[in-house]
T-cell receptor, first 121, second 113 residues
Framework: GAVVSQHPSRVICKSGTSVKIECRSLDFQATTMFWYRQFPKQSLMLMATSNEGSKATYEQGVEKDKFLINHASLTLSTLTVTSAHPEDSSFYIC?????????????????FGPGTRLTVL | QKEVEQNSGPLSVPEGAIASLNCTYSDRGSQSFFWYRQYSGKSPELIMSIYSNGDKEDGRFTAQLNKASQYVSLLIRDSQPSDSATYLCAVTAALGGSEKLVFGKGTKLTVNP
């Protein structure tokens, strides 16, 4: 499968600070990336859709001014959690869409990064 | 509200048995269906995709889709302890994975040695 990386894998920060998480597609270009959040024992919840060169599309209830998304290149999207608070502590996972044609699938496929565990004290 | 329902389990099977995981979805316009495996503390890993009615086999895994019943399932043959994980069903209206996925809450599978 395709390789998607995230950095950092784990971060602990103080309340009120900002944290930047990077998502990279290592062996393919991704015009579309997604950011998800997963709380313990719950499923993944989509936060926003990140498109290269344009503004992200946020899901209902997700504050765009708090969760800043930048998709500046075809292989990199970043999520910045601004003024983080303890309730923002979660597992943040990105995914990247690999287009069909160079893979074994006839359709575009979505591949997930390893996730970033954020703990806000 | 588009919904994906899964039995949360836990589902427990002995090693070597067939594990059967089920998923129903509410959006009749859905076109693409995915099964992801998620180990505890890890991110999801795509194991199967299916786009048309019927069965799709890949190794020990078989996905089954019935659009009329809005039902998709995953069978794991010859279950191994390493298959113990949470299995997430995901659905999208697009053909392929270009658009956002709607996930079920997952079924936790335990394979006992």
């Amino acid at each position: 499968g395709a390789v998607v990386s995230q950095h950092p894998s784990r971060v602990i920060c103080k309340s009120g600070t900002s944290v930047k998480i990077e998502c990279r597609s290592l062996d393919f270009q991704a015009t579309t990336m997604f950011w998800y959040r997963q709380f313990p024992k719950q499923s993944l919840m989509l936060m926003a859709t990140s498109n290269e060169g344009s503004k992200a599309t946020y899901e209902q209830g997700v504050e765009k001014d708090k969760f800043l998304i930048n998709h500046a290149s075809l292989t990199l999207s970043t999520l910045t959690v601004t003024s983080a608070h303890p309730e923002d502590s979660s597992f943040y996972i990105c995914s990247a869409v690999r287009l069909a044609g160079g893979s074994t699938s006839s359709y575009n496929e979505q591949f997930f990064g390893p996730g970033t565990r954020l703990t806000v004290l | 509200q588009k919904e994906v329902e899964q039995n949360s389990g836990p589902l427990s099977v002995p090693e070597g048995a067939i594990a059967s995981l089920n998923c129903t979805y509410s959006d009749r316009g859905s076109q693409s269906f995915f099964w992801y495996r998620q180990y505890s503390g890890k991110s999801p890993e795509l194991i199967m995709s299916i786009y048309s009615n019927g069965d799709k086999e890949d190794g020990r895994f078989t996905a089954q889709l019935n659009k009329a019943s809005q039902y998709v399932s995953l069978l794991i043959r010859d279950s191994q302890p390493s298959d113990s994980a949470t299995y997430l069903c995901a659905v999208t209206a697009a053909l392929g994975g270009s658009e956002k996925l709607v996930f079920g809450k997952g079924t936790k599978l335990t394979v006992n040695p």
